[in-house]
């Protein structure tokens, strides 16, 4: 039992050993965890007073940015304030008609004669001058005719300014070209034009159509001219403008080739009538009544092309008369054949009476060399045909006449609204058909005819 007494006083004795060492392995560890606790504690407290110290330091940063800023606006307003009462002075200085120059304009400001804001409201009062029928006559009236009247209204600021609403419109760079106070101001816009846009038909026509009138019969001007071709290769007017610089440099065949293709297409186009409305913006834009800047769009409406047409004709016919002359009756006959179809398709794609002036040159003239060709072969039949040809000419020709003498009367009586009637209807259905619609015109055809009919009655048979 003793024996036994003292193993259990050992073993209880170890027991609570163990216990006391685990009990202060608890206390340690937990003791390490509390430490380790409270050191991160600390640090985070750290981390969090050099984050409030950094977002002071950048809402500083922040405030003097936002000064700097402030005082930045300061200073441009301040110097958009004095850009405007620049501005005051100068337009008071143009009010004044001084002679001031911008830079001697001091910033400590001499006493105006009227104040800004009188200024600002007199400019504001100030009406656009409006360009009327009765307007655009004492223009007229008063020297520099019909070109002085268009230049008073589309002036060159006017131009840049219907432009620029229009720049992307390739018709209206050809349109301000038309309207070009000078020669070298309207190549400046059509050479623009073509750079921005080298497919426009309108563009490249019109610049080609300036190159010669300025006599720039070089290789860009054909360079010009093949991209017109291929722009629009049913259209005759490029071979008619190939034909005219071969004609001028010399190249004889090559022109006669030219010549030869266009009179193998029958269709003449060139863009005059869409000319025509888009020249009508700038009119309006101008100051010009609706009916005017239709009217002044039409009457001003540039047509040289027609003279080079009428000297192509010329030259060819002189080369066929030289062949006809040396016993190259067929190829004289093709020549003429070739300008006689020139002429047709001239007067049937036109839209104005000039057009079918033109054409109908062309085709006279061409018919009569071909009639005296077959008059030296005793060709009858042909001879026959070609002098109905002639005739429908001669009839047409003299309608003309009666319509030009009697449209001038007509027009001095026209008011804006006639003159608006009578511009749509060329665009619409022609010149022709329009003046032959008239009262006045037609009464006067009809008397025309009529004293025909009485001049054929009194005409003794042959």
């Not at 008239?438 to 042959?462: D, F, K, R, V």
Request: net charge negative.
């Amino acid at each position: 039992m003793t024996k036994w007494a003292y193993f259990m006083t050992l073993f209880v004795g170890a027991a609570v050993c163990v216990w006391l060492i685990v009990l202060n392995a608890q206390t340690a560890t937990e003791s390490s965890s509390a430490a380790l606790e409270l050191e991160r504690s600390q640090k985070a407290a750290t981390d969090l007073k050099e984050q409030i110290r950094k977002a002071e330091s950048h809402e500083g940063s922040t405030n003097r940015k936002i000064e700097r800023l402030e005082q930045e606006v300061s200073a441009l307003t301040e110097q958009r304030n004095s850009d405007r009462q620049v501005i005051r002075d100068l337009w008071n200085m143009v009010l004044n008609n001084t002679r001031a120059k911008v830079g001697s304009v001091p910033i400590e400001r001499q006493a105006i004669a009227r104040a800004p804001q009188q200024v600002v409201q007199e400019a504001d009062q100030q009406q656009p001058v409006e360009y009327d029928g009765e307007m655009v006559k004492k223009i007229i009236s008063a020297g520099g005719g019909l070109e002085a009247a268009v230049r008073r209204i589309v002036t060159s600021d006017a131009i840049a300014s219907t432009l620029e609403t229009h720049n992307e419109q390739p018709l209206y760079w050809a349109a301000a070209a038309t309207l070009a106070h000078d020669p070298e101001a309207a190549l400046a816009y059509l050479e623009e034009a073509a750079g921005l846009y080298p497919d426009s038909k309108v563009v490249l026509s019109s610049l080609v159509e300036a190159k010669i009138a300025q006599g720039s019969i070089d290789d860009s001007l054909a360079a010009h001219i093949d991209e017109m071709k291929k722009a629009d290769p049913a259209n005759a007017l490029a071979d008619c403008y190939a034909a005219y610089s071969q004609f001028e440099s010399g190249d004889i065949e090559g022109a006669l080739q030219s010549v030869s293709q266009a009179g193998a297409k029958d269709r003449f186009a060139d863009d005059r009538m869409d000319l025509l409305m888009a020249r009508y913006d700038y009119f309006l834009d101008g100051g010009a009544t609706e009916g005017m800047a239709i009217g002044l769009s039409a009457f001003d409406l540039p047509l040289s092309h027609m003279g080079m047409l009428r000297d192509i004709g010329k030259q060819a016919m002189t080369q066929a008369d030289a062949l006809a002359t040396a016993g190259q009756h067929d190829e004289a006959l093709q020549i003429a054949q070739n300008v006689s179809n020139i002429g047709g398709s001239l007067s049937s794609s036109g839209r104005f009476i000039v057009y079918d002036r033109v054409g109908m040159a062309l085709q006279k003239s061409a018919l009569q060399q071909q009639r005296q060709i077959y008059e030296g072969r005793g060709d009858t039949g042909q001879i026959e045909k070609i002098d109905v040809q002639l005739q429908a000419i001669d009839e047409r020709s003299s309608m003309i006449d009666v319509m030009a003498q009697t449209f001038g009367g007509v027009m001095q009586n026209m008011t804006e609204q006639d003159l608006a009637d009578y511009v749509d209807g060329t665009v619409l259905n022609g010149e022709f058909s329009t003046l032959q619609a008239m009262p006045e015109i037609a009464e006067a055809l009809a008397q025309a005819q009529q004293a025909q009919e009485n001049q054929m009655g009194q005409t003794p048979p042959p």
